[in-house]
């Protein structure tokens, strides 16, 4: 398997623009997560998905994300309007069951103007 | 859910010598994972162990579980420059869900 495919790797854009980072989890995973690191908060958790059904979005810092699961090989996370203080690195991870081993994917580095 | 902190922030060594970095939580855990991140990169798997286990190993990896004092340490024996990297741990607890700490980072000189 490729392991977890996050695009695109490098997004630039500038602030009130839309931004949506894609996640394909490893076949066979039925838990996705969806995370944001930055030196000032360190790696948080965003929202996870099982089986495609949202779990626990607490971690969605406003309305302007969002994030959806249409089967079971693709997750989007969307920003709209995106501002400067998004930026960050956004990472997909996978894994089989809810307590083993995540699956990391190589990140989504944001830089909002 | 509960956040596991490591311990030390930053660890700077030099090739030849153990690593040792630390993991404390407040609550009872299912079990507890030690992840690696190069820079720039994503986090990778080390080890998970079990809380009815108390030590585990992996080549020149070595995690101990400690549940009564509720903390984890991993070791790294006769670390290399390219094991310079953050170290976070990561709990499981009641949700399952693993919660990961700040990181402990690494710098092996050669």
Request: net charge neutral; proline share 5%; charged share 20%.
């Amino acid at each position: 398997d490729a392991g977890v495919i996050q695009s695109p790797r490098h997004e630039v854009t500038e602030m009130g623009q839309e931004v949506t980072l894609r996640c394909k989890p490893i076949s066979g995973h039925d838990y996705l997560f969806w995370y944001r690191q930055t030196m000032m908060r360190g790696l948080e958790l965003l929202i996870y998905f099982n089986n495609n059904v949202p779990i626990d979005d607490s971690g969605m810092p406003e309305d302007r994300f969002s994030a959806k699961m249409p089967n079971a090989s693709f997750s989007t996370l969307k920003i709209q309007p995106s501002e400067p203080r998004d930026s960050a690195v956004y990472f997909c991870a996978s894994s089989l069951g809810d307590g083993e081993t995540q699956y990391f994917g190589p990140g989504t580095r944001l830089l909002v103007l | 859910s509960q956040q596991g902190e490591e311990d030390p922030q930053a660890l700077s060594i030099q090739e030849g010598e153990n690593a040792t970095m630390n993991c404390s939580y407040k609550t009872s855990i299912n079990n507890l994972q030690w992840y690696r991140q190069n820079s720039g990169r994503g986090l990778v798997h080390l080890i998970l162990i079990r809380s009815n286990e108390r030590e585990k190993h992996s080549g020149r990896l070595r995690v101990t579980l400690d549940t009564s004092k509720k903390s984890s340490s991993l070791l790294i024996t006769a670390s290399r420059a390219a094991d310079t990297a953050s170290y976070f741990c990561a709990v499981s607890g009641g949700s399952y869900i693993p919660t990961f700490g700040r990181g402990t980072s690494l710098i092996v000189h050669p």
